[in-house]
């Protein structure tokens, strides 16, 4: 088992991380909201299946 600092460090160092990683998740989820806003139309199902497949609707582009 830790000892009570060791597992006090490892739960800080995680949330530290956490808190990175929640925030980058952040600028992106409003960058895309920001993009899709002016047009209306996209919705966020549309987003996320052009992120997933990117050159598919390439693809279906042209």
């Keep these: 088992m830790f000892e009570g600092g060791e597992l006090g ?3 800080t ?4 991380y ?3 990683r929640g925030l980058i998740l952040l600028i992106f989820a ?5 993009l ?3 047009g ?3 919705s966020a199902q549309e ?9 598919e609707v390439e ?4």
């Design 9 to 11: 460090s490892r739960i």
């Design 13 to 16: 160092k995680m949330i530290g």
């Design 18 to 20: 956490g808190k990175i």
């Design 30 to 34: 409003g960058l895309f909201v920001l």
């Design 36 to 38: 899709a806003l002016p």
């Design 40 to 42: 209306g139309r996209i």
């Design 47 to 55: 987003l996320i299946d052009t992120t997933d497949a990117g050159s």
């Design 59 to 62: 693809d279906e582009k042209q």
